[in-house]
């Protein structure tokens, strides 16, 4: 078995100003002694010990890098870095985002009681309760027919203008949920400012009977207002006049004068708040098209399986509590062990979105290197997350888990049952995520290897120069969450799992989890060069790169 600890110690970057980290360390040193396959053998319980279920999720723990003194560690570590009492900050609505003075309230969204929130001084539940009947009132008159387009027809495709945020968690949610798609509703996304993104949506839409969302939280991103522009003028280029954009333009925004500029009229446009931040914006208005695909009740019953999530992080005791388990295992491996990337493979084909919303919701929260006092972190935070669907990664990347120098450990994410019974196709789908977590823990020794070319008849020489190609390190950690099946109440549970073990993970890492103003710089410079690629005569000022490729976007586009 080779030993992790020399690949992966100078990426090492401990949080030294917890006490329980230097234990933490000795712990690494203590774990590199052994490995899964021996911690497996020792202990007939592990697998009992090291898994929990919550909200209708098993997470199975075992194949980690730990034992029970590790788990106690983490868990002291959380207390040391007060995770409990930011829970309780997160859910009652402090600021938790201090660079914009907001709170994080996504939780408040999918609350299922009616107890008052309060931000400066007004209890928010009113006005959500109220737009969640705007919501069920919408979706029933586009289903049952009442809502028509210019000509009279009635709504077939709901096309969704928004971008980030307000694109990647409705579309994974309902690509996630394609069984629970009403038959008669398309859904359709435009999301990029490339002219491909919205010229390809056309191909498939009708005028007469589409309905567009424009979801923006700010009203002001580029790319979305440019779509949204695009959109009304091809509806006139069709043949509807401006008086009928209003039956197919809807807008969700927390910018409500700027939907009204663009020509919404008031009564379609859907309140966002401040203190729901872009990539946890599905469980609001955001959310509109997953209520207009799948129907109000499958809406609902997302908002409820998040929600039960929501009260066991609330509730359980960080060494049972399953979004702070994995957070906490996360920064195990980050900061103690030098893995910089973490994979998202989900074993079920609906679910391959998952793991760019989850790019969005890890890498936009915690993609940070100052703490909250703006103070330099000395030590490593926000791996980047990446992955796709399972079996499809095994005929790709899955040779540089088993066999690479690098240390990424892995999320599977496995539906028990499929919505789909055809043949034993579930069965070898979920054999495969199973083998794959068993290679990745168990791997093959050098002996093992050299046995089975034996057995193929190769000659000594021969077995002496291939077998080390055929060693498999194994000792690579993954967890695996299970779920029944695909439902809306899993999925919710499962997106809900994922914010608030970022949120452990920010926590731990001392920065502020809510803002993003990384993002900012990009669409700044964006402002200053677009001029310079549509007027030829102004001045090329930048930097040389810079100047060069302007030079010869207009070389190119003039030579047409
Ligand atoms: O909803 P919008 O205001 O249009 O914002 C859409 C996206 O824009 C930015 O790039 C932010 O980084 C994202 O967090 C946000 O989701």
């Excluded at 911690?39 to 075992?62: C, I, N, T």
């Excluded at 994979?343 to 919303?357: G, M, T």
């Excluded at 690098?406 to 083998?435: E, K, R, T, Y």
């Amino acid at each position: 078995m080779i030993n992790q600890s020399n690949r992966t110690i100078s990426g090492v970057t401990p949080l030294s100003q917890y006490p329980s980290s230097e234990a933490l360390l000795q712990e690494k040193q203590a774990i590199d002694q052994t490995n899964l396959k021996a911690l497996f053998a020792e202990d007939s319980k592990r697998f009992e010990q090291f898994s929990l279920k919550a909200a209708g999720l098993f997470l199975d723990y075992s194949k980690n890098l730990m034992t029970p003194e590790t788990l106690q560690l983490l868990g002291k570590l959380a207390e040391e870095a007060k995770l409990p009492e930011a829970i309780k900050r997160l859910f009652q609505g402090d600021k938790v985002n201090h660079t914009e003075q907001r709170p994080a309230l996504h939780m408040a969204l999918r609350k299922q009681d009616d107890e008052a929130i309060w931000v400066d001084g007004q209890d928010v539940m009113p006005e959500i309760k109220a737009t969640l009947a705007k919501i069920a009132t919408l979706t029933q008159q586009v289903h049952s027919g009442k809502w028509r387009g210019y000509t009279g027809k009635p709504i077939t495709h709901i096309i969704n203008i928004g971008i980030g945020g307000s694109f990647l968690g409705p579309k994974m949610i309902i690509e996630g949920l394609t069984p629970y798609i009403k038959p008669d509703i398309k859904h359709h996304y435009i999301a990029n400012i490339d002219p491909n993104d919205v010229a390809e949506a056309f191909k498939h839409i009708d005028p007469e009977t589409s309905l567009f969302i424009v979801a923006s939280k700010s009203f002001s991103t580029i790319e979305t207002k440019l779509n949204a522009e695009t959109c009304r003028q091809w509806m006139l280029d069709q043949g509807a006049k401006a008086e009928d954009i209003a039956k197919h333009f809807l807008a969700v925004s927390s910018n409500v004068d700027k939907a009204v500029e663009f020509g919404i009229h008031p009564d379609n446009i859907y309140p966002m708040w401040d203190w729901v931040g872009g990539r946890y914006s599905l469980w609001s208005a955001i959310g509109l098209p997953i209520a207009l695909t799948l129907g109000f009740d499958n809406f609902e019953a997302l908002l409820k399986g998040a929600y039960q999530m929501d009260e066991h992080f609330r509730t359980a005791p960080i060494t049972e509590n399953m979004p702070a388990l994995l957070g906490l295992i996360g920064v195990w491996y980050h900061n103690y062990h030098g893995a910089t990337a973490h994979a998202v493979l989900p074993y079920d084909q609906y679910l391959s979105e998952l793991p760019n919303h989850l790019q969005q919701v890890d890498m936009e929260s915690n993609g940070k290197s100052v703490n909250h006092d703006g103070e330099t972190l000395s030590y490593s935070s926000g791996p980047v997350i990446w992955g796709d669907t399972g079996t499809n990664g095994q005929h790709a990347y899955h040779q540089l888990l088993h066999q690479g120098t690098l240390l990424i450990p892995v999320d599977f994410v496995v539906p028990a049952q499929s919505h789909n019974d055809i043949g034993d196709h579930h069965p070898w789908l979920f054999a495969n995520a199973l083998s794959q977590s068993q290679a990745l823990m168990a791997g093959k020794t050098l002996d093992e290897a050299k046995a089975e070319l034996a057995e193929q008849g190769l000659s000594t020489e021969e077995i002496e120069k291939l077998a080390p190609h055929k060693v498999i390190p194994g000792n690579r950690p993954s967890n695996t969450i299970l779920m029944s099946k695909v439902t809306p109440e899993t999925l919710g549970a499962l997106v809900a799992l994922y914010e608030h073990k970022v949120f452990t993970q920010g926590m731990l890492w001392q920065v502020n989890s809510f803002d993003q103003w990384g993002v900012e710089l990009g669409k700044q410079l964006g402002n200053t060069l677009f001029p310079k690629l549509k007027d030829t005569d102004s001045p090329l000022d930048q930097d040389s790169s810079t100047n060069g490729l302007i030079s010869l976007f207009r070389e190119i586009n003039q030579g047409e």
